[in-house]
């Protein structure tokens, strides 16, 4: 395996000492996870990871980036002292982006961007090197850690950045030197940090301080703030590309077609017509699409090999999963599972309410005799002082006509329960947890159940019982946030 960092340059990156020479073919931050021949990083968040040094040596960790001797770790173990580990991991970040020639793009945004950098990932990798992370790691590790185990060969790269805060954009993006930047959205997540949509897109903004001279930002032209997003550019001195349904930008949505099994997308680059598809059902994925082709063109790639690529893309678990789950095996009858219970905040809660209406469910093979539209929807966290407004007025989407019961979990989730025509309205619980014994009796063969909440309300368990109904088979994908 090939070496991602020897002792030496390691060394010279972050000024730490070595006690012995080492080299390392990965780094990792979890034992759980670990690789051997990984360096681990004992970084300190809910546990210091210096107790876990031991632990990780023992399972091939070829060394330990650590801030001092462990307890129980002999002196002369491979270990990287450095007087913080953060900032050691940071530091080697920055070795590893000045020693690539990679073309570096990053990606953030209040929904889609985990979806829209895997779907970059797909892109790019078709035509180069490609390094991205796995995982949705875009925080104030996660985007050291990406940029940390970047390969030196590397061609493209695709980086992930996210906040919860104002201020935490710049410094991850800076870090990162983009030649180009993408801003999916700007939509109603956060609100408890930033009071505002437009706070919240002047963060999303900050992306460009972390432009190279010359480099590029693909931006939503249709929000209320898209304007605080090109002021940004114009004053970083950005190449700029529009995409959504405004007429005259550089990438304009024309038309969007829903199948079982796909989106399929029109849309205009200048006076060429495009015509492309992504293999999961859902309207929301089209203008993430749009802007991936954008970012293709900005890097001058082939266009015709992006877009045959994007139908290679699909979503990650947990983020609007596509499953059959057969109750019965010998006829093979049962529903459908959409699992969406990674995240949620109103934009996606609409766009998820949007696909699971654009579905369609199947009569006359169930218990009930008719097939419905299931929701079941936990807590939307992080949302501020109009939380309980935001959940009650989930009722008025247009979408939950064709939905025929709405289940809801958390106490956030009790304003829309209350909300509810008296005809939509399931069970309401405050936990996940108490909904788990009694899924068997809110699904029936022939039913599309929709499950999404944020990561903290614990829906996923939900998820799981749903699974326990029968057997799961992958038939496609939709949704994300």
């Known amino acids: 395996m090939a070496i991602l960092w020897t002792s030496t340059d390691a060394a010279v990156a972050t000024g730490g000492q070595v006690t012995v020479p080492w080299g390392a ?76 020639g990679a073309r570096v793009v990053g990606v953030t945004g209040s929904v889609g961007k985990t979806s829209t950098k895997d779907m970059l990932a797909v892109v790019l990798g078709g035509q180069g090197r490609t390094h991205a992370a796995a995982a949705s790691y875009n925080n104030h590790w996660g985007v050291p850690l990406t940029l940390a185990r970047m390969p030196a060969d590397s061609e493209f790269a695709v980086i992930e950045i996210g906040m919860n805060h104002p201020g935490e954009i710049a410094p991850l993006a800076r870090l990162s030197r983009l030649d180009g930047a993408l801003i999916t959205t700007v939509g109603a997540a956060h609100l408890e940090a930033f009071e505002s949509l437009e706070g919240i897109a002047h963060e999303k903004a900050s992306i460009l301080d972390g432009l190279k001279p010359g480099g590029f930002a693909v931006l939503p032209a249709d929000l209320d703030v898209s304007p605080i997003l090109l002021d940004k550019a114009v004053a970083v001195g950005a190449r700029v590309i529009r995409f959504g349904l405004t007429e005259g930008v550089e990438f304009r949505l024309t038309e969007v077609a829903l199948t079982p099994e796909a989106t399929v997308i029109r849309a205009t680059a200048g006076q060429e017509r495009l015509l492309f598809k992504v293999m999961t059902p859902g309207r929301h994925f089209a203008g993430n699409a749009l802007a991936v082709l954008a970012v293709a063109r900005a890097l001058d790639l082939d266009p015709t090999l992006a877009a045959l690529d994007l139908a290679r893309w699909s979503p990650p678990a947990g983020r609007g999963t596509r499953e059959r789950i057969v109750m019965d095996p010998v006829d093979g009858v049962g529903f459908e599972l959409i699992d969406d219970a990674f995240n949620a905040n109103p934009t996606s809660m609409a766009a998820s309410l949007d696909l699971l209406a654009a579905m369609q469910p199947v009569d006359g093979v169930g218990r009930v005799g008719t097939g419905r539209r299931i929701a079941i929807l936990g807590d939307m966290l992080e949302l501020g002082r109009t939380e309980l407004d935001l959940h009650a007025d989930i009722a008025r989407h247009p979408a939950l006509a064709s939905v025929a019961q709405v289940h809801c979990v958390g106490p956030r989730m009790r304003a829309l329960h209350m909300a509810l025509p008296q005809r939509r309205r399931g069970l309401w619980v405050e936990t996940a947890a108490e909904l788990v014994p009694q899924v068997r009796g809110l699904v029936d063969a022939g039913d599309i159940v929709l499950v999404k909440g944020s990561k903290g309300i614990k829906v996923s368990a ?18 994300e946030r």
Not at 462 to 479: C, I, N, Y
């Open 25 to 100: 073919s990965g780094i990792s931050i979890d034992t759980r996870t670990l690789v051997p021949g990984d360096l681990f990083v004992a970084l300190t968040d809910v546990r210091d990871g210096h107790d876990f040094v031991a632990q990780a040596l023992a399972r091939g960790a070829s060394a330990a980036l650590v801030s001092r001797v462990p307890d129980g770790v002999p002196a002369d173990a491979p270990l990287l002292i450095v007087p913080d580990v953060l900032d050691g991991l940071r530091a080697l970040a920055r070795a590893a982006r000045a020693r690539t």
């Open 462 to 479: 939900v998820v799981d019982a749903l699974r326990k109904l029968g057997q799961a088979t992958a038939h496609g994908s939709e949704g």
